[in-house]
């Protein structure tokens, strides 16, 4: 599956901002879909990631109430919204995939796609 994410940008802080992951090549609900997130200096780090179905979902505690994933299996596409944005979630923002089980850690992700830029201006 190749993704592409996009929508990132500059935002104030308290603002809100979505994003999009589109896939194509493979059957999107076959996977699972996470997005994960790295700011300068930093490691990448898990954000959100939900089932197949979409039923479940999961977060990171810093992003948990403000953030959620969502994904829209008739149109090939996850959804990262993005609400009372801090400046630490300044960071490239990657849409990543993987068959199998929910889980946190990154490498275990196999399909990326390119990274997306938020800015949050305190």
């Known amino acids: 599956v190749q993704l592409q994410a996009s929508g990132g940008g500059l935002v104030q802080a308290g603002g809100s901002k979505g994003l999009s992951c589109a896939a194509s090549g493979s059957t999107f609900s076959s996977y699972v879909l996470a997005w994960f997130r790295q700011a300068p200096g930093k490691e990448r780090e898990f954000v959100a990631a939900i089932t197949r179905s979409g039923y479940t979902r999961y977060y990171s505690d810093s992003v948990k109430g403000r953030f959620t994933i969502s994904r829209d299996n008739a149109k090939n596409t996850a959804y990262l919204r993005m609400d009372s944005l801090k400046h630490d979630d300044t960071a490239v923002y990657s849409c990543?995939?993987?068959?199998?089980?929910?889980?946190?850690?990154?490498?275990?992700?196999?399909?990326w796609g390119q990274g997306t830029l938020v800015t949050v201006s305190s």
């Open positions: 990543a995939a993987r068959k199998g089980a929910v889980i946190t850690q990154r490498d275990e992700y196999e399909y």
